[in-house]
Structure formats: C-alpha cells, structure tokens
C-alpha cells in the first residue's frame, strides 16, 4: 500500500515510526500539513518522495491508495468526505468523530462510496490484547462478566484536545474511546451497549471539558463495562484492563508496567523514557518497543490485509461510530447523573437480550453457591434447595 498521511503531529509520527521502523511491505509516499515548512520537514525525516500543502492534492496524488487521517478530531469528517470524493480507501485514528452524528455521517459516506474504512483503535491490536482476545474467545475464562479498562495520564500535549468546541469533550472523548472499545472487544461486540451511568468533574485543569471520568456500560446480556479515564494522574501513562469472567481473570498493563524497571541518577543524559513519563531519574519504567506495546504494527497489517482481501478490518468505521454512541450517552449521563440509553440508529449485532444467568447444579434439589476447600481440609459446600430457596451448608470432612 501506498499511504498519504494527513497531519504532520505527534500521532503521524509515531505512525510514520511503526510503518517505517522495519522493512514493510506498506510506505508513506506523501504527507499532507498546513505549512510547507512542517510537510518538508516529516517528508524528510521519513525519506517520502512527496509532500502537499493541499489535503485534496495528496488524497487524489497517483501514488496514493489509502488515506491516514492523523488530523484532530474536528477534521475527521472534512477528511474523509475528501476520501470519499476523490474514492480513496480511508484509515482514521480514533475517535472516529466528535460524536454519534458525526461518526455515522462518515460510516455512511464511506460505505456509500465503496470504500474501505478502517478505525485506528491500536490498543485493540497490541500482542497482549489480541492473545488475550484468542483465550476469551476460546472459552479460557468463560462468560464475561465484567470488563474494566483505564487510560490516564496527566493531559494531552496539543492546544486543540483541551478545546471541547475542536475535541468533542475532554479525557472521555480523548481516553474514554479506547477503554470503552477494550471492553466491547472482551464482552462481544455483538452484544448491544444498553446504557450508560457516568460521573464526569473538571477537577485540575481550567478547561470547559471534563478532565477526570469514571463510568459504567450496561450490555444486553447482563456484563459490564467500566473505564476510567483521566487527564489529572501523575506518574506517565496509566494503561490497564481487567477482565473477570465466570472462568476465569485476565489483568493487563499495557504501558506502566511491561517488565522493563531501570534507576538512574540523570547525571549520563536527560532524554526520553516512554509517552508521557514524568521524569528521567530515579527509578524508571521505560517501554521496549512502544509502536508495538500500543498495538501500531498489528493494526496496521490488519488494516492493509483486510484492504487486500476485501474485508473487514478487526476495527472498523462502524465499530468507531458504535464507541461513539457510547461515549455520547455518558456525556448525559454524567450531566442527568442517570443510566442514559445508548442511541444507536444503525445497530447490527443481537437483538436479544439473555442476561446469561445459568445457574450451576449440586444435585437434583440443589444448586450450588460456593465450594471451598478450608485450612483444615474440610470441604464445605453453600447450597441453596431448588424448590423452596433455603440456603445450607454441607461438609466433607478431611480424612
Ligand atoms: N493512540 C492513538 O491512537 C492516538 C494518540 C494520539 C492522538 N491520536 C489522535 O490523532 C489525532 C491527532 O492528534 P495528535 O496528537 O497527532 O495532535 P497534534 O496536535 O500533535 O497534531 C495534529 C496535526 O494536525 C495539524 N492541524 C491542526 N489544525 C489543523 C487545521 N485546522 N488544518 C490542517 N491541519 C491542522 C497540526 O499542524 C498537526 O500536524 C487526534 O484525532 C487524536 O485523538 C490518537
């Protein structure tokens, strides 16, 4: 694939770093910004044969057969109906848009046309997610019930995120899509999001937006989704999901903690740590490889194959205006403070709505509550009579 990447910002360089930093198959030909100065300056730092001050010139340059949108959140839309016109495939870094509206206006667009259009969402494509995806699905932990994911770090380093009228909102916009995408992947993304109870306060910063929130997503079946998302933590970038199910428990730190802990006085160098860090002595916890700690070369290959085989990516628009829809319901809630329905116009997954309660038998009369093996090797097990719900306890006794 030839790519045109739009945006000559901090997440066209780490992309730029992921498609470039090996020998790939896929290359940059062409990098579209503003001013001549920066597209020359990331059309050099990456060895590109071209560069453009005109978005509508390097979407429909020759050499160019998909689109990297790396523009802020405001320009998502603008961006891919230029995709749509000139019908080149389109990749779009998340959030796909600002809200629900925006998000299907470009879903449709982009289907309309015939064109593909992949969502960014890396951290659902880092090695531990998708191996974590493959125990899920094969049963490993049984039914989900509870799918908690956290991004926080202490705020965003451009002008624009901290502007709601240009992001859309604050750390739920900014952070909430990608934990509230973690937990649809966990849960299933055929389950229907129900609705939203969300806590949202502006506690640190003077911005419009909220920069801390925490909230919880109730699924058709019964599980639920939890993120945390904050632009007042200290200390890096927080990036950790917890997975309970029926069967069994997955945690993952996907950036704070990767096995790589370092001390340092600071008296060789002050350089760069890890996204984020806060500081260069002391002990440290830099990241090995960070394009693929955050999911960039997977994603990446997953986008272009799916572009080749004609087919879905794992991540695509629909999944970005889904997330959308989601994170609009907490932005009600958290000024309602109610459970706020998920709006969703265009909802392709199960209708029904099993709440997954199965309950597991003793015996014939009993169902079985709890069994625990105690100190003393005695068995006990809580049993509750089916027929008329009293509750028991039963032990075998250690030899
Ligand atoms: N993990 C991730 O997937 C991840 C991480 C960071 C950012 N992002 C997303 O990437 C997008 C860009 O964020 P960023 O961190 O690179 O921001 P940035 O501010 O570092 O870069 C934005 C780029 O857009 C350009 N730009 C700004 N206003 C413009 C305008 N009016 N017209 C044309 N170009 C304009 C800037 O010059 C810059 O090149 C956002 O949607 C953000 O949410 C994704």
């Not at 016109?85 to 015939?114: F, Q, S, Y």
């Not at 531990?128 to 094969?138: A, G, P, Q």
């Not at 109870?197 to 989704?225: F, R, S």
Request: aromatic share 10%; hydrophobic share 35%.
């Amino acid at each position: 694939m030839r790519i045109a990447v739009l945006g000559s910002g901090f997440i066209a360089r780490f992309y730029a770093e992921s498609l470039h930093a090996q020998r790939r198959k896929d290359y940059i030909t062409m990098v579209y910004s503003r001013t001549a100065e920066n597209a020359k300056r990331f059309a050099d730092d990456y060895g590109l044969p071209y560069y453009k001050t005109s978005m509508s010139e390097a979407i429909a340059h020759d050499e160019v057969d998909v689109v990297l949108i790396s523009l802020p959140n405001h320009l998502h839309e603008a961006a891919v109906m230029e995709c749509v016109k000139a019908k080149k495939h389109v990749i779009c870094t998340k959030p796909l848009g600002r809200n629900a509206l925006e998000a299907k206006r470009m879903l449709d667009a982009v289907e309309k046309a015939g064109i593909f259009g992949g969502y960014l969402e890396d951290l659902c494509y880092t090695p531990k997610f998708l191996k974590s995806m493959e125990s899920v699905k094969r049963g490993d932990i049984g039914r989900v019930l509870w799918a908690k994911s956290r991004e926080t770090h202490p705020g965003p380093h451009s002008d624009w995120f901290w502007d709601k009228e240009k992001s859309g909102g604050g750390a739920i916009i900014d952070l909430g899509c990608h934990c509230v995408e973690i937990s649809r992947n966990f849960i299933g993304k055929n389950i229907k999001p129900i609705e939203v109870m969300c806590w949202a306060d502006t506690q640190v910063h003077p911005i419009d937006a909220e920069d801390h929130a925490i909230g919880l997503v109730k699924y058709a079946n019964g599980a639920i989704g939890q993120f945390e998302v904050s632009w007042t933590f200290r200390g890096g970038m927080d990036l950790r999901d917890e997975v309970m199910g029926t069967e069994g428990t997955i945690w993952l730190n996907s950036f704070l903690r990767t096995g790589f802990e370092m001390f340092t006085t600071g008296k060789g160098s002050d350089g760069y740590v890890a996204e984020k860090a806060e500081s260069t002595t002391g002990w440290l916890f830099p990241v090995g490889d960070e394009s693929h700690e955050l999911g960039y070369p997977n994603m990446f290959t997953d986008m272009f194959e799916a572009i080749e085989e004609k087919r879905e990516p794992l991540e695509s628009f629909y999944d970005g205006y889904v997330v959308n829809a989601i994170l609009d319901a907490a932005f009600v809630s958290a000024e309602s403070k109610r459970w706020e329905p998920v709006i969703l116009e265009d909802w392709r997954g199960d209708e029904s709505e099993d709440t997954q309660k199965k309950w597991e038998s003793y015996d014939d009369n009993h169902y079985l509550i709890k069994k625990e093996v105690l100190p003393n090797g005695d068995i006990t097990f809580i049993l509750k009579h089916k027929s008329t719900g009293e509750v028991s306890r039963k032990v075998i006794l250690a030899k």
